[in-house]
């Protein structure tokens, strides 16, 4: 029977955090460390048990190799559910109640599968869910977590991740050819449609707002009727949508920072918890 050797966690924890901070000067930081000790973790990581080089060394900058981006992607379930695991055995019995605040935009894209994995480590704690605007939701003092988009510059809290807004229309649908391009966006006030008009008005496309609405399943409704066209993160774009660019001579738009704020008046172990289980997953 062949042996295999086992992969220590805390390797794997040293290899997250050297992705996460972008190298081993700011990961022996993060995990408490001495540089030299992360970089022995490393060594013996790749030399004894895998047998693998995992990054790709230039000067001071590093990459993953193809094989550091497949442990990666392992790493991180590993770990998540290593903690998964203590965390159920050392206090399965968690009991209490958090309340979190979202724009619907990430509820059905994010939500579920961070809400399930919370559930089965800590199926007696009650979630409470607040589904508002950003703007409003920057203006309660109630919440114990609250996930909200933000401009490039303006990130107070935690970043989960950043990505571009996009144009999307219906697939099949010729909108984008019209000489006044029909619009589906939030309700203002929305830094997203100063980046519309900036984006259009800069190439003098004429363009009008032709539905608005303060949450995105109108705005996805409407657009995948083939009445409008929007501009939503990139990740929030479903599969019958078709993602506008250059090529139909659309302009490009800024990226938006997706940001956890915990609220320091309302810190508590449950809230914590579930505020990790929300970095994790975000990042899949």
């Not at 508002?132 to 991740?161: A, K, W």
Request: proline content about 5%.
């Amino acid at each position: 029977m062949s042996h295999y050797p086992s992969i220590d966690s805390e390797l794997l924890r040293t290899f997250v955090a050297i992705v996460d901070h972008g190298g081993f000067t700011r990961a022996a930081e993060a995990v408490n460390r001495t540089q030299s000790a992360v970089s022995m973790q490393i060594k013996r990581l790749e030399d004894d048990v895998l047998q693998r080089a995992l990054f790709i060394r230039d000067g001071r900058q590093i990459s993953l190799t193809a094989e550091g981006q497949l442990l990666l992607g392992y790493a991180r379930r590993i770990l998540k559910l290593h903690a998964e695991v203590l965390n159920s055995m050392r206090e399965p019995h968690m009991v209490g109640t958090v309340r979190i605040g979202t724009p619907d935009d990430y509820v059905m894209r994010f939500m579920p599968s961070i809400l399930m994995r919370f559930a089965q480590a800590y199926p007696l704690i009650q979630v409470e869910m607040h589904c508002e605007p950003t703007i409003q939701l920057l203006q309660r003092q109630d919440l114990d977590l609250t996930i909200v988009t933000r401009e490039p510059g303006s990130e107070n809290g935690q970043l989960l991740r950043q990505e571009p807004f996009v144009w999307a229309q219906a697939r099949g649908s010729n909108l984008h050819e019209q000489q006044t391009l029909p619009l589906a966006l939030f309700t203002p006030p929305c830094f997203c449609h100063n980046w519309v008009r900036n984006a259009l008005d800069g190439i003098g496309r004429d363009y009008r707002i032709a539905y608005t609405s303060a949450g995105l399943s109108a705005i996805m409704a409407v657009t995948s009727a083939g009445l409008a066209i929007t501009a939503q993160l990139q990740s929030l774009i479903t599969s019958d949508l078709q993602i506008l660019g250059a090529a139909e001579s659309m302009p490009a738009l800024p990226s938006a920072s997706i940001v956890l704020l915990r609220n320091p008046r309302r810190q508590t172990q449950v809230s914590e918890t579930l505020a990790e289980h929300i970095v994790e997953g975000f990042r899949l």
